[in-house]
């Protein structure tokens, strides 16, 4: 089983729809987070969770929002979808603290695609 | 500013060559780490290698090996006697402390091609 678990796999939405994806990990880790994949941008980070009441933006987060139900849990939110989020989206976690940078931990993607 | 720059967008090699692939990265921090990570065609996320600031020894694991110049602030990936699985896209990416390693910022990848 994987450690850190996206569902669903691929989604077709239609514009103004609301969407959720959600990932939850048997990792153990405290830290989570969201990214968007674009050809040509890398990834890019949307939110982070150090733990389950501490939520923080990422470099683009407008249009997005998050909820960290549990340690395990962490979900994204697409309150009314829009064409340009069309993408491949990522979670990640990783152990540790703040002195030190573990690796993170990915996902195997979210493709969403919006019409 | 970029602050993670992979200049090479799409690499093509014959198999059994080497292949280097640059990373150039920008930081006004003193401590910060590096990584590589791989994203083959399947699009799952694979971590290769991280390296903080403090040890610019270069590394070798296998075919791949990994040379770190603060100097050039670059962290360069190089893989030999490159096999078709090898093909995949790869990204440089940093941490910094002064964000507290929280925020790693991605390069825009190289998409590197191994024809057999």
């Known amino acids: 089983d994987a450690d850190v678990t996206q569902t669903p796999r691929n989604r077709i939405t239609k514009t103004g729809k609301r969407i959720m994806l959600e990932c939850s990990q048997t990792?153990?880790?405290?830290?989570m987070y969201w990214y968007r994949q674009d050809p040509g941008l890398g990834l890019r980070l949307i939110y982070y969770s150090f733990d389950v009441k501490d939520i923080n933006k990422g470099e683009i987060s407008d249009g997005y929002s998050v909820s960290r139900q549990a340690q395990a849990k962490f979900s994204l939110s697409l309150e009314s979808a829009i064409p340009n989020q069309t993408a491949l989206y990522f979670c990640a976690t990783s152990d540790g603290d703040r002195v030190s940078n573990q690796p993170q931990h990915f996902g195997d993607g979210t493709r969403l695609s919006i019409l | 500013a970029q602050k993670v720059t992979q200049a090479q967008t799409e690499i093509s090699v014959v198999e059994k060559e080497d292949v280097t692939l640059d990373c150039v990265y920008e930081t006004r921090d003193t401590t910060y780490y590096l990584f590589w990570y791989k994203q083959p065609p399947s699009g799952e996320l694979v971590f290769l290698i991280r390296r903080n600031s403090f040890d610019e020894q270069n590394e070798i694991s296998g075919r791949y090996s990994w040379n770190f110049q603060k100097s050039t602030s670059s962290f360069n990936f190089t893989i030999t006697a490159s096999q078709v699985v090898d093909s995949a896209v790869y990204f440089c990416?940093?941490?910094?402390?002064?964000?507290?390693?929280?925020?790693?910022?991605f390069g825009p990848g190289t998409s590197l091609s191994v024809i057999p």
């Open positions: 990792k153990g880790h405290d830290r």
């Open positions: 990416a940093l941490s910094e402390a002064r964000t507290s390693y929280d925020k790693v910022i």
